[in-house]
């Protein structure tokens, strides 16, 4: 076996070590150095292992945990789709904690902090479980650790707003994990098996007349991991959870968790059941309209909002429905725009979030209206604010503008392609309508209120907003080697 095989064991064993020093030291620097070193090792590892996945012929591996086949034995599974997801998480989640690293240390008590570095850690090893696990039931565990962990990191900032939030975040948390739970058992109980592969073939095998358990198992899934997601309409937990946390947790929780949970979604689909399967069980039409509701529905929330953090948020919600709008087509060209846009609004989000936590520094407000000229007392907020928006809304040069013309050449093929066409231009629409009010508004000079105009963006804040820029500008002109890998990637997939 080459050593490359390793990695995806690596690197969700690496974070949970490194989470066990972190009480050792009780130091939030320490935590600090200790968390950004576990993520750096993380995504040079997935780097190297990017590198050799591009020259291997069979194009994916399976690793057996223990080296005991199932049903005694665990099993990662590891192609180019999931290694490119794991080194997008790595790379957001370092530049989220270096972004939000003042939030850190004004929101959250300094004896708490090595607590919530603590609770990165097992939230990227939980995320990097979900993108590489081959088993449904060691799936679920993860989502469990995930859950416990994104609560954590909301909580940390011990507020009347953070603690509502997270209960209604916990609630919806566990009622998504049970019924992924109840689907898990109903799977097992009619393949005997809990490994993805071995599900596939024996549900290819399996006589007539288990459509309906299929079929039950499988809006299970979907239901469960549409609320832990927060696709529209389970959405009601996010904006309150992402609104009142720390930037850096909003970040993490808006760019990648939400993403962990879509991942292990689309596995599920391509793996377990198949795309054949999935299209003769009529599910994927209940994913599309679900995915172009959210779309729409999810911009229309927050072009009502005054928070600027929850309108951030909503917009959240609108994007994720986007990417399950992808899955729901169920073609390679679909999952190739869900995976793509799932990496920008990863980098787009977390940009946003850094970029707002900034403005609420500045102001001392989260309201919109109190945003005048912002920008103006910190520029690289606000250029990145501006960039992110431009994403977002899909103006040419930047990420976002590649998501949408791939949503619009998948749509193309479909039955729906009228519908679809029309949601992805309201949906549009509606970015501009929210995303362009608040770009005048910090750029304006009139009725500046009072900012703090001693703030100053730390070097450490402003390579963080540099490096997420030149993501955004890399997805948006030179995609095509990146959307080649991703689409070798989810050929592998099944």
Request: net charge positive.
């Amino acid at each position: 076996m080459a050593y490359q095989q390793h990695i995806p064991f690596l690197s969700i064993f690496i974070p949970l070590i490194f989470a066990i020093f972190i009480p050792l030291f009780k130091n939030r620097k320490a935590a600090k150095l200790i968390t950004l070193s576990s993520i750096i090792v993380e995504f040079i590892l997935s780097a190297i292992l990017i590198t050799y996945l591009n020259n291997y012929e069979q194009g994916f591996f399976t690793y057996q945990l223990g080296h005991y086949p199932a049903p005694w034995g665990n099993e990662l599974r590891a192609g180019l789709f999931e290694a490119i997801i794991a080194l997008t998480f790595g790379i957001i989640m370092f530049l989220s904690i270096l972004g939000g690293s003042k939030g850190i240390e004004h929101d959250i008590k300094e004896r708490k902090q090595p607590f919530y570095y603590l609770m990165l850690n097992l939230l990227l090893a939980s995320l990097l479980a979900l993108v590489y696990t081959n088993d449904i039931f060691t799936a679920y565990v993860f989502l469990e650790i995930n859950a416990v962990a994104a609560c954590a990191i909301v909580i940390a900032k011990e507020s009347g707003d953070t603690i509502k939030a997270t209960i209604k975040y916990f609630i919806m948390g566990v009622l998504g994990s049970g019924l992924y739970l109840l689907a898990v058992a109903i799977l097992y109980s009619i393949t005997g098996h809990l490994l993805m592969s071995n599900m596939r073939d024996a549900i290819l095998n399996l006589p007539t007349g288990y459509e309906i358990p299929m079929i039950v198992a499988m809006v299970l899934i979907v239901v469960g991991l549409a609320v832990k997601s927060a696709l529209f309409p389970f959405h009601t937990w996010l904006p309150d959870a992402h609104g009142s946390a720390t930037s850096s947790a909003s970040a993490i929780l808006s760019g990648l968790v939400l993403k962990g949970y879509i991942i292990l979604l689309i596995k599920i689909i391509c793996r377990v059941y198949g795309i054949e399967t999935i299209e003769r069980l009529n599910i994927l039409p209940i994913i599309l309209i679900l995915g172009l509701l959210g779309m729409i529905l999810g911009s229309v929330y927050a072009l009502v909002q005054k928070d600027l953090k929850k309108m951030i948020a909503y917009s959240s919600v609108a994007q994720i429905g986007y990417i399950y709008l992808g899955i729901g087509l169920g073609t390679s060209a679909g999952l190739l725009a869900s995976g793509f846009h799932i990496i920008v609004h990863a980098a787009t989000k977390s940009m946003l979030f850094i970029a707002s936590g900034n403005f609420i520094e500045i102001t001392g407000s989260k309201k919109i209206e109190d945003l005048n000229g912002v920008a103006h007392t910190d520029p690289k907020s606000g250029l990145s604010f501006l960039i992110g928006s431009l994403s977002m809304i899909g103006i040419p040069l930047f990420g976002g503008f590649v998501s949408k013309l791939l949503f619009i050449d998948s749509a193309l093929d479909s039955n729906l392609s009228i519908i679809i066409l029309i949601g992805l231009a309201i949906s549009t629409m509606l970015n501009g309508m929210y995303y362009i009010p608040v770009l005048l508004r910090i750029y304006s000079k009139k009725d500046m209120i009072k900012h703090n105009l001693e703030f100053k963006s730390s070097d450490v804040v402003k390579y963080s907003l540099n490096r997420l820029i030149f993501i955004n500008v890399i997805l948006g002109i030179f995609s095509k080697p990146i959307l080649n890998a991703i689409l070798e990637g989810i050929k592998n997939l099944g």
